[in-house]
């Protein structure tokens, strides 16, 4: 059996990290999250306007199939492909993150047909957007 002096004389030998250690793992984590933090919200910011134009893409591909099947000099608004483009009546999707505030084509009788329409996407306030409206989408 150990004696109170040996087993503090053990517990001696057992160092923890000095503080210059500590002080460099510290360095290299602040170094690595100022790097990484940038780089994901460029990634996040690039994954909302994906979503965004993916919407306004599926809004385009409806608008198009509603003023074929309509005929020349017919036209198609948002009301027409809200089920099909998955917005409800006022424009807004089912998470309430996107609302297609204008989706409008029309097809004259011109020959050869010319489409003209417009289509804009909004991000909901607080969710995909900064309040000043900078976060809209308007390509």
Request: hydrophobic share 45%; aromatic share 4%.
């Amino acid at each position: 059996m150990k004696s109170v002096k040996q087993w503090r004389l053990n517990q001696r030998g057992q160092r923890g990290f000095t503080l210059v250690e500590l002080l460099i793992v510290i360095l290299i984590v602040g170094v690595l999250a100022a790097v990484a933090v940038p780089l994901f919200l460029g990634y996040a910011k690039e994954a909302r306007l994906a979503e965004a134009k993916a919407l306004a893409g599926s809004a385009l591909t409806s608008l198009s199939v509603c003023v074929q099947v309509r005929g020349p000099g017919q036209s198609c608004v948002r009301g027409d492909i809200a089920a099909r483009v998955g917005v409800d009546a006022s424009g807004d999707t089912c998470d309430d993150r996107w609302r297609v505030t204008v989706a409008s084509l029309t097809v004259d009788t011109s020959a050869p047909p010319v489409l003209d329409g417009v289509i804009r996407i909004q991000g909901a306030a607080g969710r995909n957007h900064r309040p000043d409206g900078a976060g809209d989408v308007h390509e």
